[in-house]
């Protein structure tokens, strides 16, 4: 009886990270969170709502569009969070991170902002009483706020907004000092699409964040949208070298808004895993990367994505088919992270943590396992042993075969 209440709760133990959801995987994976952007009129789809409500799976949620300046200061000096507050109650409730987006960006701006005619001052007063507002309506309750939204182009020059335009780069220190000063508790983000491919807008966003740094304005991260394309998405190596040009600065980085779209639907079965494939990239450089905190999709399901309205012919861009069905795109992710949740550096390091952790609230003895381990050559029971990029051990420790769980990783069963 007690043996196999032992046996039962280190398979239960050992189990849950190879097969668990994505936000457990990610937290045992050593990130912060696995999220998603949700929008309101999301909220009354029972089978979405279903997916999102597992905190296993989702463990961080951010406002699509509700907190948009166009949705909390329609009109001058007139701030209303009757829309803005739903996700992050929401989120509040279910006790789940919460990223909030976004305060400084030139879209989803409403006309009097973008069509105004400003002095420079005028343009800074009007900035820090947005922030000033909308933060203090938030204080305490976001991991972070995108202050600042795609400064940059897509050639990589300052972008021509109203905010370039009347205050050239001077914007990008006042909103962040702004920002400081009505919550100093929030990691304040530049947050952007495009910097993954390392190209004159990776170098211009380099140059943002050093413009705030020598204006002594505090900034804690750099957002990476991750808005991709399958088969045009970078390798995993090369997605972390971006990922480290970001923290050699000294900031955190993380993908808030990845999406993986096929250029035209519905995709061949080739294209979702070349996709699939792409996503572990992407996660797979997070893991990487020291000072990479999590992983943030932009919509659970192809249900509900701004891709098909945007990107025309294209779409399919998540991990969850529109019928709520997990895609081969979700196994990748699953097992990138499964791969590092489980341990892979040392190969017998979580058979030994599982027999000591369990031992401590046990007083039998020892299983055979122990004694084994040591003396056995492979890859001990559990342990990974194969998967695209995996360089470690691709034998087992007797009598353990090494298994295929998908294309990304293979384990000792
Ligand atoms: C999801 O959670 C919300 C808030 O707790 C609840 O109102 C809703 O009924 C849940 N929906 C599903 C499908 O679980
Ligand atoms: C600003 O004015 C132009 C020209 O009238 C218009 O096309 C544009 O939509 C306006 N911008 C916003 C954000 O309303």
Redesign the pocket.
């Known amino acids: 009886m007690v043996k196999s209440a032992y046996i039962a709760s280190l398979l239960a133990a050992c189990a849950t990270p190879a097969v668990g959801q994505l936000h457990q995987l990610a937290v045992n994976a050593g990130l912060k969170y696995f999220g998603t952007c949700l929008d309101n009129s999301h909220t009354s789809d029972a089978a979405l709502m279903a997916i999102i409500n597992n905190s296993a799976e989702v463990g961080q949620l951010v406002p699509e569009n509700g907190q948009k300046w ?1 949705y909390v200061q329609p009109t001058q000096n007139s701030f209303t969070y009757t829309t803005a507050d739903v996700i992050p109650n929401l989120a509040t409730s279910k006790n789940l991170v919460l990223r909030c987006h976004t305060l400084t960006w030139h879209s989803q ?3 009097w ?3 105004g005619s400003w002095t420079k001052a005028q343009l800074q007063a009007v900035i820090e009483a947005h922030i000033a507002n909308v933060m203090a309506h938030y204080k305490g309750k976001c991991y972070a706020w995108d202050v600042v939204n795609e400064a940059a182009d897509d050639s990589g020059a300052w972008r021509d907004s109203v905010f370039y335009r009347v205050m050239g780069t001077d914007f990008l220190p006042i909103s962040f000092k702004a920002a400081k000063a009505a919550d100093a508790n929030t990691k304040l983000y530049y947050n952007d699409y495009n910097l993954e491919y390392n190209g004159a807008k990776t170098d211009r966003v380099v140059e943002a964040v050093n413009i705030i740094k020598a204006a002594g304005a505090p900034i804690d991260g750099v957002g990476l949208q991750g808005h991709l394309i399958v088969g045009s998405t970078p390798s995993r190596a090369n997605l972390a070298t971006v990922l480290r040009r970001f923290t050699a600065l000294g900031v955190e980085v993380a993908y808030t808004e990845l999406d993986i779209r096929h250029s035209s639907v519905p995709a061949s079965s080739s294209a979702l895993t070349t996709q699939a494939n792409d996503y572990a990239n992407v996660v797979g450089s997070c893991l990487d990367v020291t000072g990479c905190v999590g992983v943030t999709v932009w919509g659970m399901s192809d249900k509900y994505s701004w891709v098909p309205s945007t990107f025309s012919g294209a779409g399919e861009a998540l991990l969850y088919d529109s019928n709520m069905n997990k895609k081969a795109a979700w196994t990748a992710v699953s097992s990138v992270l499964a791969a590092k949740a489980t341990g892979t550096a040392k190969p017998s390091s979580t058979t030994t943590t599982l027999v000591t952790s369990t031992k401590a609230t046990s007083t039998t003895a020892a299983p055979a396992t122990t004694t084994t381990a040591s003396s056995s050559t492979g890859q001990a029971r559990w342990g990974q042993c194969g998967g695209i990029g995996w360089t470690g051990p691709t034998t087992c420790q007797s009598p353990y075969t090494c298994q295929k769980q998908n294309d990304w990783y293979s384990q000792c069963l």
Do not use: G, I, K, Q
Request: glycine letters at 0%; zero cysteines; a neutral charge.
């Open positions: 166009a701006l409403p006309n902002v973008a069509n």
